[in-house]
């Protein structure tokens, strides 16, 4: 049954209304099953002809004299060949056996890179979180199982995660490879991270998006009809938002009226695309007008396309995106299925003394982001061990996080540094504690050659003296 347009605003001002949060303190445990199908796109996709191309460009790489840039295929190089000119080593057939050796190499590295992304996974995990939608989240993920290309993946079964993150820090610890990692926090990079978590699907699963997504505005809605679903009676909203050359977005949006205007099913499409359809069924009411979701399937379209020629009819007008046509006539190529299955949910909880932070255990191999000053490349150190030259006697200790606060610290012996240095963010990593050694040896030779320096002159202006006539 179709809704009369002049209907519209008195809706679109319930669904509105019900896109509010439900609370800003969360408890949610959870078993969840991840599936990802790329069946049809491996038939699409020519690995063997995609290698030969990446080969070929490696060697007009070698020809162009910009081929190896590895530094440590360059090193094997020089200890090999030495510092010779690039064009007589060239003619040296040792010389191009070693480069077609490493062009080799890198051809099957990204061949099985190439394979493993059409490769199909599944893995399933279940998990508990704490959220204060505004300070922070702290929670567990265990493996239960993890296949690829329908083979379990043995070093995943029983593997735990414990993961924090609040405006300062995201913090992740993995106890079966006595390994933790550090990046920054909300503060940083919000979307990113507590998307990566997987949290605001669980504290916002089931609520519409109106007035929150830009799609979901009253000018966008064309049109609303009622329809029965397995939830109940339910309205269907289509909003879209179109730009010239059949770009733009589109959200199909089914809500209950008898639960809280939340959302049954929902798809979203860009230039005529659908991208994602999520269900959300099996509502429970948490709290008077509270309902929510305890089963929730969320399906990606990775790799989305039209039938042949529906793009063109887009492009020149002859058809809207949001048309039935359009929406009716989708291609899933590639397609990333997640299940979640709620076991408890409590919302308005208690969460003042929590801080969102994680301890890391001492001998921890920290991998942090934080502390790399943008070099790309995360610095190792483990928690609250001493690196020692036994030549030297230098001891450093390694730095540790004070657990209490946001600010990591490091604490050097009194052999090493003289004192104690409990700076903020004086933490010196693994990566740099040769450095540091390598320093210290420098300046002990350097005092031993100015004492030897200092002992021969001394002994020369004797000699001279000795040999002075007397009166």
């Not at 269907?236 to 770009?247: K, S």
């Not at 600010?407 to 540094?417: F, G, I, K, L």
């Amino acid at each position: 049954m179709v809704v009369p347009e002049t209907e519209w605003g008195k809706l679109y001002e319930k669904v509105e209304f019900a896109s509010r949060p439900l609370a800003r303190t969360w408890s949610v445990s959870l078993s969840e099953t991840t599936t990802i199908d790329r069946e049809a796109y491996r038939n699409d996709t020519d690995v063997d002809a995609a290698s030969g191309e990446y080969e070929q460009m490696l060697r007009e790489q070698y020809a162009a004299g910009h081929y190896p840039r590895s530094e440590g295929h360059r090193k094997s190089l020089r200890s090999r060949f030495g510092e010779g000119d690039r064009s007589a080593l060239a003619e040296d057939p040792h010389y191009g056996a070693m480069i077609d050796e490493f062009i080799r190499d890198d051809v099957a590295e990204y061949e099985r890179g190439r394979r493993a992304v059409l490769a199909d996974r599944s893995f399933s995990i279940e998990a508990t979180y704490v959220v204060d939608t505004e300070r922070g989240i702290k929670g567990e993920r265990r493996y239960l199982a993890y296949y690829m290309n329908g083979e379990e993946e043995a070093g995943f079964k029983d593997r735990r995660q414990l993961v924090a993150l609040n405006g300062e820090y995201r913090r992740e610890y993995v106890p079966t490879q006595n390994a933790g990692f550090v990046d920054r926090g909300l503060a940083e990079r919000p979307a990113a991270l507590v998307l990566e978590l997987g949290t605001p699907p669980l504290v916002r699963a089931g609520l519409p998006s109106a007035g929150v997504s830009s799609v979901w505005v009253l000018e966008n809605l064309t049109s609303a009809s009622v329809e029965d679903t397995p939830e109940g009676r339910a309205y269907r909203l289509c909003f879209v938002d179109e730009f010239a050359g059949g770009a733009g977005n589109v959200v199909e949006a089914w809500v209950l009226p008898e639960k809280g205007y939340r959302v049954y099913r929902q798809r979203d499409y860009m230039h005529g695309c659908l991208t994602t359809e999520v269900v959300f069924d099996d509502y429970r009411e948490l709290a008077p007008g509270a309902w929510y979701p305890f089963h929730q399937s969320v399906v990606g379209n990775m790799y989305p396309r039209l039938p042949d020629g529906m793009a063109e009819r887009l492009a020149s007008g002859e058809l809207s995106i949001g048309s039935p046509e359009v929406l009716a006539s989708q291609v899933l190529t590639s397609t990333n299925q997640r299940e979640r299955w709620i076991r408890d949910v409590a919302i308005d909880i208690d969460l003042e003394g929590e801080t969102f932070t994680l301890e890391f255990p001492q001998g921890t191999l920290i991998h942090d982001s934080v502390l790399a000053e943008g070099d790309g490349n995360p610095l190792l150190y483990r928690v609250g061990e001493t690196v020692t030259d036994s030549a030297l006697g230098v001891e450093s200790l390694l730095p540790a996080y004070d657990l209490q606060s946001e600010a990591p610290r490091r604490t050097a012996s009194p052999a090493a540094e003289g004192g104690t240095d409990d700076r903020p963010g004086a933490a010196v990593p693994l990566a740099r504690a040769e450095r540091r050694q390598g320093k210290v040896a420098f300046a002990v030779v350097l005092m031993v050659l100015v004492a030897v320096v200092g002992s021969l002159a001394l002994v020369r202006i004797g000699r001279r003296g000795s040999r002075r006539p007397t009166a």
